[in-house]
C-alpha cells in the first residue's frame, strides 16, 4: 500500500511540477544532421569515394572524434584522407559544413517557448568540437542557448546517463522541471528513466502538440 501510495504522489508531481528548463538536441531537431548518413552518402558521391569504406572507416572512429579526443584534421586523416586524393582537406572541410541546414519552426518555436515561460535552454549533443562550434556560430545558437553540453566537450556522449546528470547540474534543475526534445529514442528513452519528460521529434506539428500537453504552448 506505500509503495502505491508513493507512486501516487510521484505521478502526481510529475504533473503539477512546472518545467523551467528545455533540453535540446541539435541535429534532426534544430538543424539538420551535421554528419550523419545521408550527408556521408552526399559526400562519397561529390567526391568519389567508396561508400562502404567511408562508413566503415567513420563508424571505427566517431565515438572518439565526437568526444573531442580527435580533431576534424585527424578524423579526416583516418576516414578520407589515408590516402592520396585529388582534392583538399579544405575542400572537404568546407563541403562538410555546407551540409548543416536549419530547421526554422523549430529555432522559432524555441524561441519563443523560451521568452514566454522564461525557460533555461540547454543543448545536449553527440557532436565533434569544430563542427559543433561552426553549428553555433552559423546559425547563432548561443542566442538561443543558455549553455552546451556538447559531447566534445564533457567527453561523454548520448546514451551515456552521465550527459544527462551533467546537464542537470549545469542547469541547476531537477528532472521533473526539464522537458527533453529529441529524434533518436533510445535517448528519450533513457532520459525519461531519469525522469526527464521528453518528446520524440519527428515533425513540428506533433512536437507542438506533445509540448502543449505538458503545458508549454505557443501563441496562436
Not at 70 to 92: D, P
Not at 184 to 203: N, W, Y
Request: hydrophobic share 45%.
Amino acid at each position: 500500500m506505500a509503495a502505491v501510495t508513493r507512486l501516487m504522489k510521484a505521478i502526481t508531481m510529475k504533473k503539477t511540477t512546472p518545467i523551467t528548463c528545455m533540453f535540446l538536441d541539435i541535429g534532426g531537431v534544430l538543424l539538420t544532421d551535421g554528419w550523419g548518413h545521408q550527408a556521408r552518402r552526399r559526400a562519397a558521391a561529390h567526391f568519389e569515394l567508396k561508400l562502404p569504406e567511408l562508413e566503415e572507416r567513420h563508424h571505427l572512429t566517431v565515438e572518439t572524434y565526437e568526444k573531442g579526443k580527435l580533431t576534424l584534421a585527424e578524423y579526416l586523416e583516418l576516414v578520407v584522407f589515408y590516402e592520396t586524393r585529388l582534392f583538399t582537406q579544405a575542400e572537404f572541410r568546407r563541403f562538410l559544413f555546407a551540409q548543416s541546414k536549419a530547421y526554422d519552426d523549430m529555432l522559432e518555436l524555441v524561441a519563443q517557448l523560451r521568452d514566454r515561460y522564461r525557460l533555461k535552454v540547454v543543448v545536449v549533443s553527440n557532436e565533434a568540437r569544430e563542427l559543433n562550434a561552426y553549428r553555433i556560430r552559423k546559425f547563432k545558437l548561443n542566442g538561443l542557448a543558455d549553455a552546451f553540453v556538447s559531447s566534445c566537450f564533457v567527453h561523454v556522449s548520448k546514451p551515456d546517463m552521465d550527459i544527462y546528470r551533467i546537464a542537470l547540474d549545469i542547469a541547476q534543475a531537477k528532472p521533473e522541471q526539464v522537458v527533453y526534445i529529441e529524434n533518436t529514442a533510445m535517448f528519450v528513452e533513457i532520459a525519461e528513466s531519469m525522469g526527464i519528460r521528453s518528446v520524440l521529434h519527428t515533425d513540428f506539428k506533433s512536437t507542438c502538440s506533445k509540448l502543449a500537453s505538458f503545458g508549454l504552448r505557443i501563441e496562436a
